[in-house]
C-alpha cells in the first residue's frame, strides 16, 4: 500500500473510533418525575432501552416486561439513575488473544453503552448507571485459570473506563467472588445433584453437544494432549460451569436489588436461562459477540464504512488483516494499533 493510501486509511481509522467515542451526555440528578406520570416516563424510558440498536432478541414476553418495567418504575417513582446490571467475563479468551488486558473491543462495548445512556438520557434525565459483574468465580472453577491474567483483565477494564470518561456511567464493577464463597454451604451440593439429572436426560443432549463447542472455544489445552483427553476435560469444564451457573439461580444473588439484568448473550449458552434479563448488541448494532472472545479491530465492509467486530478464531479464518498505527489516542497498553479487517476474496477454482 502507497504512503498516501496508508495515510488516508489512517485518518479513515482514527475518525471512525472518534465517532464511536461518544461525549458522555451528563446525568440530571436534580430532575423530579411528578408523581402521576411516574408510569409514562417509566414506559417511555423502558421503550427506548429497548430500541433496536442495543436488543437483540425480540422484546421480552409479557410477563418478562411486566418485571422489567417494575425495576424501572421503582428508579423512575425516585427520580434516579435506572440500574443495570451487566455480566462480564473476567479475562480475555486465551484460545484466540495472546494479551491479558482490555483491547479495542473493550473500548466499542463501553462506547455502546454510553451511546444506550445517552439514548435514555435524552427522556429520562437521569439516564442511566451501570454496574459490571464480572463472573470471575464462573471461569475460575469451570476452565481453572489462574488469577493473575483475570486481575490483569479485570483491572484494565476499570483503567479503560476511566480513559474513556465513562466514571458518572459505569460506577462500579464488581466480582462475583465477592459472594460466591457462600456456595460452599449446601448450594453447589444441590446444584450437583440436579445438573447430574438434567445431563441424564436424552432431551438436553443438543444443549450439552452445544456446551462443550463453548468450552472447546474458551479452554486452552496442550496440543499434544489426545483428542479423547481433550474432550473429557472439555466436558468436565462444561459440567462445572453448569455446577457454578444451577448454584448461582439457586442463590438467587442474580435477581437480588432493583437493577435490571443485562447480558451480551441470550441464555443459550447455559442450560437454565437467566429470566428476566435484556440481551444486549456488544460493540454496535447487530454485533453478538461477547467483546472478551478475541481483540476488537475494524471491519472494511466494502460499502465505505467501517465496523467494529471481534476478531474470534473463526473471523480471523476469513478475513484479510492491516494494521494501523494510532498513537497517543487512548494513552494505554494494546491501543497503540489497531487492525482493519477484509473480508477474504477466493481465488476462484482453476479450470481444466
Known sequence: MSDTNTAELSERVA??????????????????????????????????????????????????????????????????????????????????????????????????????????????????????????????????????????????????????????????????????????????????????????????????DRMQEFARRNLVLADDLPEAEKEKLYQAAAHRYRVYWEALQLSGFSRLGKGLNAMYLDGHQHHLRQEAALHLASLGKQQLTQPWQGPGALLDNGAGKLVPIVLT???LARVDCESVELPGLIPLPDFATIQVARERVEAPAATV
Not at 432478541?57 to 423512575?76: K, M, Y
Not at 453503552?113 to 445517552?118: E, S, T, V
Not at 488469577?147 to 466480582?175: H, K
Open 15 to 208: 475518525n471512525e473510533i472518534r465517532r464511536r467515542w461518544v461525549k458522555l451526555a451528563p446525568a440530571d440528578l436534580s430532575y423530579q418525575v411528578p408523581p402521576e406520570k411516574v408510569d409514562a416516563v417509566a414506559k417511555t424510558a423502558f421503550t427506548t432501552m429497548l430500541v433496536r440498536d442495543w436488543r437483540v432478541t425480540p422484546l421480552p414476553p409479557p410477563e418478562e416486561h411486566a418485571q422489567l418495567l417494575a425495576r424501572v418504575v421503582h428508579w423512575v417513582r425516585r427520580s434516579k439513575p435506572i440500574r443495570v446490571r451487566i455480566g462480564y467475563a473476567p479475562m480475555k479468551n486465551a484460545c484466540t488473544v495472546d494479551h491479558t488486558t482490555a483491547d479495542w473491543a473493550e473500548m466499542f462495548s463501553l462506547c455502546h453503552l454510553a451511546a444506550w445512556h445517552n439514548k435514555v438520557q435524552a427522556v429520562y434525565p437521569p439516564g442511566l448507571e451501570i454496574r459490571i459483574i464480572f463472573d470471575d468465580s464462573t471461569v475460575r472453577m469451570a476452565n481453572r485459570y489462574d488469577t493473575a491474567p483475570m486481575e490483569d483483565y479485570m483491572q484494565s477494564v476499570g483503567r479503560l473506563i476511566t480513559a474513556l470518561g465513562y466514571d458518572p456511567l459505569i460506577v462500579n464493577t464488581i466480582r462475583q467472588s465477592s459472594f460466591a464463597w457462600i456456595f460452599n454451604f449446601g448450594f453447589y451440593q444441590v446444584a450437583n445433584f440436579r445438573v447430574r439429572r438434567w445431563e441424564r436426560n436424552p432431551e438436553n443432549k443438543p444443549t450439552l
Open 313 to 315: 478464531a473463526k473471523r
